[in-house]
């Protein structure tokens, strides 16, 4: 089959050039255009030297003519918030296929939008057709998708950690309490006072106790699983490594089930999903670093169910399973361009 041609918008940051790696080793895709709104006249070599030798493309500004003369089918948004919207409701009435990578298009309820950003939703066109991109979840309605909303690093943590409970109603859904860390890359490129090397650097902070954007995702992603109400209690750290989520997930079960019983279920539900590990022992970060995998470990402790998840907030917690959607959409193999 002819290759697929992608654009990738928002080209400087720490996802754009993992994305970037990743598509230049797919056999379906080829990075034809790249958008910076930086600096347009930069290689992307220039914006991560990493790449020099291995693609020679120049950024450009965003011109969603410039992308239709250039043939591109899919674009991958890697803008920030609130400056996706605009750029990827263009893309789509020209009638490219867009998976973006911000927060735009995660959150279903209006309401929801407004409380936890503080803006009305910029799209609300298109946000109704934008399916929610957790494939182990939602594959199903991945298949011919014009829009996909590709899922947070946390909550993709959580989710998967807590959804073979919630799907068989073990747990009290108002329980959860999510206990995770993340390296500083999680942050973005731009600088940030509290990202600064001397700032972070020796030191683990928790910040946005119970107030995290990243809250109503996981609640509105597990509460499609089942008709109870999940409460969840989200508590992130900032940890000083470049890389990596490790979330710890406790909740009450309505009737204590043995690791055995707890271990089956969990190997079960993900039995068929290539990027879960059901891991026998407790998961650290190192285990999935420059992976799209997510490395899962329940067990019962004090009568209560807690779970380890740990990913790698760059891969698999944005580009990884950005290309993951991208085959699925495409109808491709679900693992070409992310496993050796």
């Known amino acids: 089959m002819n290759k697929i041609r992608v654009a ?78 605009s750029a990827v409701a263009q893309v789509l009435q020209a009638g490219m296929r867009v998976i973006d990578l911000s927060a735009d298009y995660r959150l279903k309820s209006h309401q929801d939008q407004e409380l936890w950003y503080g803006e009305p939703h910029h799209d609300a066109v ?33 989710i998967l950690a807590m959804a073979p409970l919630i799907a068989h109603g073990m747990i009290d859904p108002q329980s959860i309490v999510a206990d995770c860390k993340s390296g500083v890359s999680g ?25 995290h954007r990243h809250t109503p995702e996981m609640e509105q ?6 008709d109870s109400q999940c409460r969840i209690l989200f508590i ?13 997930v406790v909740a009450t079960p ?35 670093s420059h992976t799209n995998f997510v490395d899962i470990h329940p067990i019962v402790a004090r009568g209560r169910i807690v779970v380890v998840a740990c990913l790698d907030n760059l891969i698999r917690g944005a580009s990884g399973v950005a290309v993951q959607n991208f085959n699925l959409m495409h109808g491709l193999e679900e693992t070409l361009g992310l496993l050796p």
């Not at 057709?129 to 939602?138: K, N, Q, T, W």
């Not at 309505?254 to 022992?281: C, D, G, H, M, Q």
């Open 236 to 248: 992130p750290h900032l940890v000083p490594m470049d890389r990596g989520i490790l979330a710890t």
């Open 126 to 158: 298109n946000l109704k057709h934008a399916v929610y991109g957790l494939p182990e979840l939602e594959s199903h309605q991945l298949a011919g998708a014009r829009l996909v909303a590709n899922p947070g690093c946390y909550p993709q943590s959580v």
């Open 8 to 85: 990738v918008l928002g080209a400087s940051g720490y996802t754009a050039v993992e994305l970037i790696e990743i598509l230049l080793r797919h056999p379906h895709a080829s990075v034809v255009a790249a958008t910076s709104r930086q600096d347009e006249t930069k290689t992307l070599a220039d914006h991560h030297p990493r790449l020099r030798g291995r693609i020679t493309l120049q950024c450009q500004g965003f011109s969603v003519g410039s992308l239709v003369d250039q043939n591109i089918e899919t674009v991958f948004s890697c803008l920030p918030h609130g400056a996706s919207a």
């Open 254 to 288: 309505y009737e204590v089930p043995t690791n055995e019983k707890l271990y089956e279920l969990f190997a079960s539900y993900y039995s068929s999903k290539p990027f879960v590990r059901i891991v026998p022992t407790l998961p650290g970060t190192k285990q999935t």
């Open 187 to 211: 942050a973005g490129r731009t600088p940030k006072l509290t990202t600064l090397f001397p700032e972070c650097n020796e030191s683990v902070s928790a910040y946005q106790v119970g107030s």
């Open 221 to 226: 992603a597990l509460n499609g699983l089942s």
